[in-house]
């Protein structure tokens, strides 16, 4: 199987969770903060409308696939990886890891009722993280230096972001070479409300992804000059 899989121009990873959490395990000693992120379809869609936007997708050292329309699109049919991706296995795997290990996190998002939400879903499942501490850019006026300083104070392991696309992908392009972090780990906004969501809104959800990816490949294969898939 090949590590890496193209959509529209924008390469991701192509791992098992099993070796997503290899590839982890080399980043805690790096002098480095690395960076991973949850990549949905709507991130995709706005990286194909926006170079520098594309550009900092690249530069993430791991990109996971968030949509099993992603793997599609890239001809993926493995029922594992389509079941890791639908039922966010990484996500899962890493937060126990996290628990087993003792390591320390701290949660960044927009507001601080976002925040809130996402405290109390890993409250209740993850009872045993470490949270060092939280912190919402409207709950410090947008003081972006506030923010990160706060970080390097607590110098925690991982910082849990649930920043909304694309000012995640803006404020770790700006701020990545600041952080005292071994790893940064990127949700996207929606995360923890898409995490108790039903069975049908998923389902609805997944045809309207369906048909944005289509126009997306389409306006791509037509710039390339491809014939559409």
């Given amino acids: ?9 924008i ?15 080399g980043y805690w000693d790096n002098s480095v903060m690395n960076t991973v992120e949850a990549v949905p379809l709507e991130l995709l869609v706005a990286a194909g409308e926006d170079e520098q936007l594309k550009r900092s997708v690249e530069a993430l050292d791991l990109r ?25 296995q990484f996500f899962t795997e890493f937060m126990r890891k996290l628990e087993q290990d003792g390591r320390s996190i701290y949660l960044v998002g927009d507001g601080v009722a976002q925040v809130d939400v996402l405290k109390d879903f ?9 949270l060092m501490g939280s912190q919402a850019l409207e709950g410090c006026g947008g003081d972006v230096d ?55 809104v998923r389902l609805l959800r997944g045809f309207r992804h369906r048909g944005i990816l289509h126009r997306l490949l389409a306006k791509y294969n037509k710039n390339e000059g491809k014939d559409e898939i």
């Fill in 1 to 9: 199987m090949s590590e890496k899989m193209e959509i529209a121009g």
């Fill in 11 to 25: 390469w991701l990873d192509n791992l098992t969770v099993r070796e997503a959490l290899e590839r982890i395990e």
């Fill in 64 to 88: 996971i696939p968030a949509d099993r329309e992603l793997l599609r699109a890239a001809g993926i049919t493995s029922p594992q990886r389509i079941r890791e991706t639908v039922e966010h």
């Fill in 122 to 130: 890993l409250q209740e499942y993850y009872k045993r993280l470490k």
């Fill in 146 to 200: 506030r923010l990160v300083n706060e970080i390097n104070t607590l110098s925690p392991d991982v910082v849990l972001s649930v920043l909304p696309t694309p000012r995640q992908e803006y404020f770790l392009m700006e701020n990545r070479s600041r952080m005292n972090a071994s790893i940064w780990y990127g949700l996207g906004a929606d995360y923890a409300r898409e995490a108790g969501r039903s069975t049908l």
